[in-house]
């Protein structure tokens, strides 16, 4: 199998606070998982690469010190999105890549982000 | 202007009916896949395709890869209900360095019974 799991599936904060957001790869390790987010009715939007052990790369326009990355473990990826504002309200969606074939990645089921 | 061109961008169906979405792009990919994605949930993997000129068939999805690596499509017979979704190709062009996809701009298919 290749299961990904997010971790809240949705939050609700409060303007100027932080939030984490968990992706892990629950049967299978993953080197290198990727965080992404998607607006209502469109398609996903890379936001960041992550390795493991090693900085992660953002997309231009992302904002790294917004948007901080944690790839600690062959497991696990964290997302904390920074003193979020309303404009942050979105779905984010990691995934996870498997293997060393073709690049399928599988996809964790989402975090809906709503900053009031 | 996308490096991978889905189209149509919506469509409506009648339960029963047949349904093509296409992908397309001037760039040569490795592979491609094809995921759906239900609203509030992540984008499942379909199927990959790696050879040019391939078929893959599930259930009543056919998946096909173009001969020169260029574009593909997804084929649904008597559509259901059931496959109403958001569809979404995507692939790494052979150029590309990384090992990120390029995601297409999506397929919205509304079956209705």
């Known amino acids: 199998g290749a299961v990904v799991s997010q971790h809240p599936s949705w939050v609700i904060c409060k303007s100027g606070t932080s939030v984490k957001i968990e992706c892990r790869s629950l049967?299978?390790?993953?080197?290198?998982m990727f965080w992404y987010r998607q607006f209502p009715k469109q398609s996903l939007m890379l936001m960041a690469t992550s390795n493991e052990g090693s900085k992660a790369t953002y997309e231009q326009g992302v904002e790294k010190d917004k948007f901080l990355i944690n790839h600690a473990s062959l497991t696990l990826s964290t997302l904390t999105v920074t003193s979020a504002h309303p404009e942050d309200s979105s779905f984010y969606i990691c995934?996870?890549?498997?293997?060393?074939?073709?690049?399928?990645?599988?996809f964790g089921p989402g975090t809906r982000l709503t900053v009031t | 202007t996308q490096l991978l061109e889905q189209s149509p961008q919506f469509l409506s169906i009648q339960e029963g009916e047949n349904l093509t979405v296409y992908c397309n792009s001037s760039?040569?990919?490795?592979?491609l896949q094809w995921y759906r994605q239900e609203p509030g949930e992540g984008p499942v993997l379909l199927v990959t395709?790696?050879?040019?000129?391939e078929v893959k068939k599930l259930k009543r999805l056919t998946f096909q890869f173009g001969d020169a690596r260029k574009d593909s499509s997804l084929h649904i017979t008597a559509a259901q209900p059931g496959d109403t979704g958001l569809y979404l190709c995507a692939g790494q062009p052979i150029k590309a360095a990384g090992n990120k996809l390029t995601f297409g701009g999506g397929t919205r298919v509304l079956v209705k019974p």
């Open positions: 049967d299978f390790q993953a080197t290198t």
């Open positions: 760039s040569v990919f490795s592979s």
């Open positions: 395709v790696v050879t040019g000129g």
């Open positions: 995934s996870a890549r498997k293997g060393r074939g073709p690049y399928e990645q599988y």
